[in-house]
């Protein structure tokens, strides 16, 4: 301790650092930093926007927990600060008055607080020591950062690796009491969502605890296995077997669990560090026929590959289908991997906008072209798009007078705005969307064939959901997508055929809307049953006799005890509850 107080003195008396900060200051001093440093580092917004992308797992995993928190955020003067694991800042969530004032202390993303950047702070501090760690005030090593209470701990990937940092960061004079425990319950959910995500079909989950209880919550130990190999876990099971990340892959299950033979449900077993656990096995997903499954996912993503080399080669791409089969997540999609990513995707839809104002939205206008135009001018969005994607959405709907000008504007490459003399070059890739027939409409006279040959260059049409193969798959996807085993909800079985032989006239956009509403209003642990399925789906005098035999057995069963009786159901006690009132009110 000697050397370390003379090569930090008097700065480091001053702290009265907890020991675990010790050395971070000790780190802090040999990167060059002095307390009094003012340096700010940040990134590029190009570079911010890599790292989000590379980070896709903070909008699926950490946004839908994070809006779930967001009023216990607001009650107190505190935000949240998701970082990747260089410690760069990539999203702010919160109080919007405290992440006004705190501006100073550059939490806002784009910025790096990395411990080289910025010396001893919660976050590059727990990336450092690769836990949870709190700093409060003073404890900073920069003494522009005094002002916060910031506690922080690492998020890490069912691989083993840290995927980055989760920080709450408050006013010093205003700390958070419940700060790390707010900070653990959450990363403990993340790491859960995450290794419960990982389900396939090939991929299996062992989940232990050695509360019964436990099983199904955020709490309990989760491994990964295809097969009998072991491929990644929760942080909470590898700190419980002691795991590292070069093990995944190559341990086997009889090393963990010597003699073990599960089966589907629950059981118990004893593990090589001879501890006791109540184990769930959730099978891989091989009844929904995975070689079938990966033939379709195949020939999706071959046709998506044509389409893509169409895109980056300038050709016009027409696709086809329903309403809500995903005809603009695909655009979307094709401009993120395409060479024209580096451009706007400008969207429009041609059947939202009034036919007087169509054109001088595709086109612009130059101030004091019409009555009500803006002053300025607009360019319009043909130039918006100049460099990247001009989506055309519902262009079957085009009004026939307008299609003269695009098909001129296609041809050429230039663009004349409403009331001007010259005309602007551009450049963009072209997709175009349509639920309707487009040479039904040429063979009515509402659509020009010549402008149908330039936009329809190549065809791509997505089937309705009706017509795809191994609906239950993509249930599944969706339902974990959406943030299911988050909040521990699960689809039985009978939930997944009824809802995947459903017509779904509204396609995937109906779907996942049906699926929302099932999350809405389940607790947090319930297992979905025929029961929940509103009647348009299941007629109520199907589901409601048998779902209340069901439940009067289960009370039963339990001599009484509800807790026990929604257990045995997958539900939550509340949920039981609410569906005996229901009954009984039906019954009244």
């Not at 003073?138 to 998020?155: V, Y």
């Not at 080669?313 to 060479?339: N, V």
Request: with cysteine; proline share 5%.
């Amino acid at each position: 301790m000697a050397p370390r107080a003379r090569a930090l003195s008097p700065a480091f008396h001053q702290a009265s650092l907890p020991y675990q900060l010790e050395d971070s200051w000790q780190r802090s001093s040999s990167y060059g930093l002095t307390r009094e440093d003012d340096a700010q580092p940040w990134v590029a917004s190009s570079m911010l926007k890599d790292a989000r992308a590379e980070n896709g797992w903070i909008n699926q995993l950490v946004a839908p927990m994070l809006a779930r928190l967001r009023p216990e955020l607001s009650s107190h003067p505190s935000i949240m600060v998701m970082s990747d694991a260089s410690g760069l800042v990539l999203e702010t969530y919160g109080n919007r008055d405290f992440l006004h004032k705190a501006q100073r202390y550059a939490l806002a993303p784009g910025n790096l607080w990395g411990e080289p950047a910025r010396g001893t702070n919660a976050i590059g501090t727990a990336l450092a020591l690769q836990r949870h760690c709190e700093v409060a005030g003073g404890e900073h090593f920069l003494s522009r950062n005094a002002g916060l209470f910031c506690s922080a701990a690492p998020i890490f990937r069912p691989d083993g690796r840290i995927a980055g940092v989760l920080d709450l960061s408050t006013p010093a004079q205003a700390p958070r009491h419940d700060a790390a425990a707010l900070i653990r319950r959450a990363v403990c959910q993340i790491e859960h969502a995450w290794a419960s995500s990982a389900l396939g079909a090939d991929r299996w989950l062992l989940s232990l605890h050695h509360d019964p209880q436990v099983l199904g919550s955020a709490q309990e130990l989760v491994l990964i296995f295809e097969d009998n190999t072991l491929l990644g876990a929760n942080k909470l099971a590898m700190d419980e077997f002691s795991l590292t990340a070069n093990q995944f892959g190559a341990l086997d299950i009889h090393t963990l669990f010597p003699g073990i033979n599960l089966r589907a449900g629950e059981t118990a077993l004893k593990s090589s560090n001879r501890r006791h656990y109540y184990a769930r096995q959730t099978l891989p997903a091989r009844r929904f026929s995975a070689r079938s499954i990966a033939h379709q996912q195949d020939e999706n993503a071959r046709e998506k590959e044509k389409a893509l080399r169409i895109v980056n080669a300038g050709i016009a791409l027409c696709i086809t289908g329903e309403t809500g089969c995903g005809k603009e997540h695909l655009a979307r999609e094709l401009h993120q991997r395409s060479q024209w990513r580096a451009g706007n995707f400008v969207a429009i839809n041609c059947a939202a906008l009034p036919e007087h104002l169509i054109e001088s939205e595709l086109f612009g206008y130059v101030a004091g072209a019409f009555t009500g135009a803006s002053p300025k001018g607009y360019i319009g969005k043909c130039r918006e798009a100049d460099g990247g994607i001009l989506f055309l959405d519902e262009i079957g709907d085009m009004p026939l007078a307008l299609q003269t000008r695009l098909l001129r504007v296609l041809q050429e490459k230039k663009v004349t705005p409403l009331g001007a003399n010259s005309t602007v070059e551009v450049n963009f890739a072209l997709i175009c969307a349509t639920h309707q027939d487009l040479g039904a409409r040429v063979n009515a006279g509402t659509f020009r064939e010549d402008l149908l040959y330039r936009i329809q260059e190549f065809h791509l049409r997505i089937p309705p959901l009706r017509e795809w193969l191994h609906v239950e798959g993509f249930i599944h996807k969706l339902w974990q997508e959406l943030g299911a085993p988050n909040r521990g909800l699960t689809l039985c079985d009978e939930v997944v055929t009824t809802l995947a032989r459903r017509p779904w006239p509204g396609n995937v956009r109906q779907l996942l809307s049906q699926l929302r509403v099932l999350m809405a209003l389940a607790e947090d642990g319930d297992r979905i049953t025929l029961a929940d399925l509103p009647g348009e789906i299941l007629p109520a005098q199907f589901a409601e006799p048998a779902r209340h035999a069901d439940e009067q057995q289960a009370i039963a069963e339990a001599q009484g005890n509800m807790s026990l009786a929604a257990k045995k159901l997958g539900i939550s006690r509340s949920t039981l509850y609410r569906r005996l009132e229901k009954n009984k009110l039906m019954h009244s």
